[in-house]
């Protein structure tokens, strides 16, 4: 009478995962949270030691100051991430019995 309200009517959901390759991510989004904080750290080092003074230098200095906090909100969203991916891997690890799997540990920002 009403299939919409009937449950085999909808997919049911499923889930796979693979424990290798999802540490394979997680020390990917790892690194890279390690990249956006070098790239940001280390080219505002060098601008502010840089003698630098030009049209296009002040071109630059606008458009990476424009760029930082998203360069900032992308670190955050790999850290994010990276986290979820670990929480699955050792989630799924502990619910199958895994006993020697990596324990992957949160991945925080370094501007959080």
Known sequence: M??????????????????DTLEALYNTLKADVESAHSIHSDTDTALNN??????????F???????????????????DAATDVARNHNNIAA???????????????YDA
């Open 61 to 79: 200095r606008e458009a990476w100051e424009e760029f930082k906090p998203k360069l900032t909100a992308f670190e955050a969203v790999l850290a």
């Open 2 to 19: 009403y299939p919409h309200l009937n449950p085999r009517s909808y997919p049911v959901a499923t889930t796979t995962a693979d424990l």
């Open 95 to 109: 619910a199958n019995g895994v006993t020697d799997a990596t324990d992957l540990a949160d991945v925080a920002s």
């Open 50 to 59: 840089a003698n630098w003074e030009s049209p296009n230098a002040q071109s």
